[in-house]
């Protein structure tokens, strides 16, 4: 809806570039022309609304788009009449004028050197169009003044605008009458923009090594201090013993440039400090600027949606009115850029479900007019952009019955079901509550749009709802794209950063808490059961937390799927500037991206969601591990674990069992990629491969293993389909310890193999 500008104009033609002005001028138009509806002699409005078309006029003369300076020169009379209080813009003034705008757009977007003719404009109904023009502008010009005339604004004689300019796409109308006083824009390419953001993180985390070395030199302080005492105590004992000795004056000597060097130690110390303090705020000054230039304010994505909304009310027959609050909340522009489509159905959906025909508005005793808001703020590092509506709110009985008719469950699990739960099936794909199809919804196409592209932001979304008062969709998203809000965690060692806007709770967990029920652990929070989860299984492979005496414990899915994540400590909240993975990663699970930490440390940032889904496919399988205390797992650290590598989930299945049976940690991956991830991330005993595997094959994973200094005493033995004397060959020669035929063994072969090259499974 809103009209981007390209960052780089300079290959534009004049006629591409009267078609971005057109755009950007038509927002403007649209906008305050609407606003006239409910104050059509408001000055400032009607100032913006002549300059637009006195540019847009000039603007068209430049291309000799005579159509287009016909129309703008119009449509220009009209409000220079306005201003002079010679009529008045009302409702059916506004519409023609609406319509002009739309003309101007269809009158830019023709070929080049295609919008004239021998006997006129090409534009069909152009003609007719201005003799209305002028009906309203001669028709009205006889009648006497409304209200006190103030005077016009003389146009200029020259474009006093260029596309993208303060006054073309500003939304204010106070803001208008100072133009002098709008901020000016500076485009920049992203590819410039993405290198200096990237340069500024560096520069950030360069900055904050600083510390780390001023805390060196204080230990090197201290030990020189530790070294001047023992000066002392050797300049006493020489002193008892031979008051007077060349060796007394060495070691006063010493002492004296052990102190200069302490005094000269202690003056730099601070000088680091006052450097280090200096660096860190001109470091976020410089990021803090950069970002800056990625930032939009929240209504410039909003440029069209007054229209939308009118135009809605005129399709559906009913009376509404759009409330933009927060217009100049900064947002990042990618995130901006994804929000119009989500908020455009979100918009329409409060238009067709929420708000209420003009009689039941009446009999409810509401106000005839309806009202859509539109709100953008900042709270808590966060950007909360709501879409509310005053309407009749949403039927939760009748959601219900929706639910059930789906077979999504059963009415009884509904009944017991939270307002929040109920809410949460409106976004599901295909789901809809109208019985019928129109024009503006009923397909069950849109609320899944609007999470899914919010998902992708790594945003959240929530529903609240009261009936008879209205509904509101808040959308909770991250500033910024390039920064994340985390809490650092420890798991197998390793930090990880889960984003804050999808941790519900991080607390500590004492074990007199945990319960088991049926095989599985949980513990009770705000009322419910939570189900525990080892964080090492699903990012580790080790599953073997343990159950100490306080837990650290994170909360994350969504309200009816919440797993508590046990972790080994909490490291603390960070600003992450996060750096995409190397594609040659490939998706690596359970990871959305990376970052680095303060000293430089690459740390790894969680896709939540997909980590609730490994947690969901370890319980349906039957797989997830219980969480031991220290006592059972002190038992059981010495149990050996093996890789089995195969894309046969049949034959993986098989091994998994056979080796499960004596006693064996077993884990699976499903080709050689998978598998290599698998062994450089997680410690294994032994790895069995097959040979045949799509993207990367066991030869070539014998092959890195054997050639990785950490990982060549790793034993790996390849079971094959094909007793191929070529595949036998070419296995050895990689480094494979073992060589098996699918076809020829039995339980016992690979058992026997396993026992030889590993030993028993607690051995």
Aim: charged share 25%; aromatic share 4%.
């Amino acid at each position: 809806m809103s009209a981007t500008l390209p960052p780089d104009l300079t290959d534009f033609s004049m006629m591409e570039l009267f078609r971005l002005e057109v755009n950007n001028q038509a927002a403007v138009l649209a906008e305050h022309l609407i606003g006239l509806e409910h104050q059509p002699v408001d000055p400032s409005r009607l100032e913006v609304l002549m300059r637009a078309a006195h540019s847009l006029k000039g603007a068209a003369r430049m291309v000799n788009c005579e159509a287009a300076v016909r129309l703008a020169h119009a449509m220009e009379e009209v409000f220079v009449a306005a201003q002079t209080g010679r009529l008045v813009l009302l409702v059916r003034q506004v519409d023609v004028l609406l319509r002009g705008v739309d003309l101007m757009q269809q009158i830019a977007q023709m070929p080049e050197n295609g919008t004239e003719a021998e006997n006129g404009p090409l534009v069909p109904g152009m003609a007719d169009y201005l003799v209305e023009l002028d009906t309203i502008h001669q028709g009205n010009a006889a009648e006497p003044p409304r209200t006190p005339p103030f005077p016009a604004a003389v146009p200029p004689e020259t474009v006093d605008t260029v596309p993208g300019t303060p006054t073309a796409t500003g939304l204010s109308a106070k803001a208008a009458e100072k133009p002098a006083a709008q901020p000016r824009f500076l485009r920049v390419t992203a590819a410039n923009l993405n290198r200096l953001l990237a340069l500024t993180g560096e520069s950030l985390i360069a900055s904050r090594r600083l510390e780390p070395l001023a805390g060196s030199l204080l230990r090197v302080q201290r030990q020189l201090g530790g070294l001047s005492k023992t000066l002392d105590a050797i300049h006493e004992a020489l002193g008892r013993e031979t008051p007077v000795r060349p060796s007394v004056a060495h070691v006063h000597q010493a002492r004296t440039q052990l102190s200069q060097c302490r005094r000269a130690l202690s003056e730099r110390l601070l000088d680091l400090e006052d450097s280090d303090q200096r660096s860190a705020h001109l470091s976020h000054r410089l990021y803090n600027e950069a970002l800056a230039c990625r930032m939009r304010p929240f209504g410039d994505g909003l440029l069209g949606f007054p229209r939308m909304v009118r135009d809605l009310a005129r399709t559906l027959g009913k009376q509404a009115r759009l409330e933009i609050q927060g217009p100049n909340t900064y947002v990042d522009r990618d995130i901006l850029e994804k929000l119009e489509a989500p908020l455009t159905h979100l918009v329409r959906n409060a238009f067709d479900h929420g708000i209420e025909p003009l009689e039941e508005r009446r009999a409810a005793g509401k106000p005839d007019e309806g009202v859509i808001r539109l709100e953008a703020r900042h709270s808590a590092g966060d950007l909360l952009v709501s879409v509310s509506d005053d309407g009749a709110g949403i039927d939760l009985a009748g959601l219900r019955g929706a639910v059930v008719r789906k077979q999504l469950t059963t009415a009884a699990e509904t009944e017991k079901m939270s307002s929040v739960e109920l809410l949460d099936f409106l976004l599901l794909p295909g789901f809809t509550m109208k019985q019928t199809v129109t024009e503006i919804s009923g397909r069950g196409v849109g609320l899944d749009v609007v999470q899914a592209l919010v998902k992708e932001v790594r945003g959240v979304i929530r529903i609240t709802t009261e009936r008879g008062t209205g509904t509101t969709f808040q959308l909770q998203l991250p500033l910024t794209l390039s920064i994340v809000r985390a809490l650092l965690v420890q798991i197998e060692s390793e930090p990880y950063a889960f984003p804050l806007a999808h941790v519900a709770r991080a607390f500590r967990l004492p074990k007199e808490g945990v319960r088991a029920v049926g095989g599985r652990q949980y513990f009770s929070f705000d009322g419910q059961q939570i189900g525990l989860v080892s964080a090492s299984q699903i990012f580790g492979g080790g599953g073997e937390a343990p159950l100490s005496a306080e837990n650290c414990v994170l909360i994350i899915g969504q309200a009816g799927r919440l797993y508590g994540l046990v972790v080994e400590k909490f490291l603390g909240e960070r600003e992450l500037i996060v750096q995409p993975l190397d594609p040659r990663l490939g998706k690596i699970k359970d990871i959305s991206c990376g970052a680095l930490m303060e000293d430089g440390a690459p740390v790894l940032v969680v896709e939540v969601a997909d980590a609730v889904r490994s947690i969901e496919k370890l319980v349906e399988t039957g797989t997830l591990t219980r969480i031991q205390r220290e006592d059972a797992r002190e038992a059981n650290k010495k149990r050996k674990r093996i890789l089995v590598v195969d894309d046969s989930l049949t034959v993986r299945e098989l091994e998994k069992k056979l080796l499960q049976t004596r006693g064996y940690e077993v884990e699976i991956a499903v080709d050689g990629m998978d598998g290599w991830n698998a062994v450089r991330t997680g410690k294994f005993d032994l790895v069995v491969t097959d040979v045949d595997m799509p993207r990367q094959d066991g030869i070539e994973l014998v092959s890195l293993i054997k050639r990785d200094p950490g990982l060549t005493a790793l034993p790996v033995i390849i079971v094959s389909y094909k007793d191929r004397e070529e595949d036998r060959r070419r296995g050895l020669e990689a480094g494979a310890d073992h060589y098996l035929a699918k076809g020829s063994f039995h339980d016992e072969t690979l058992l026997v193999a396993v026992v030889n090259l590993i030993g028993e499974a607690t051995g």
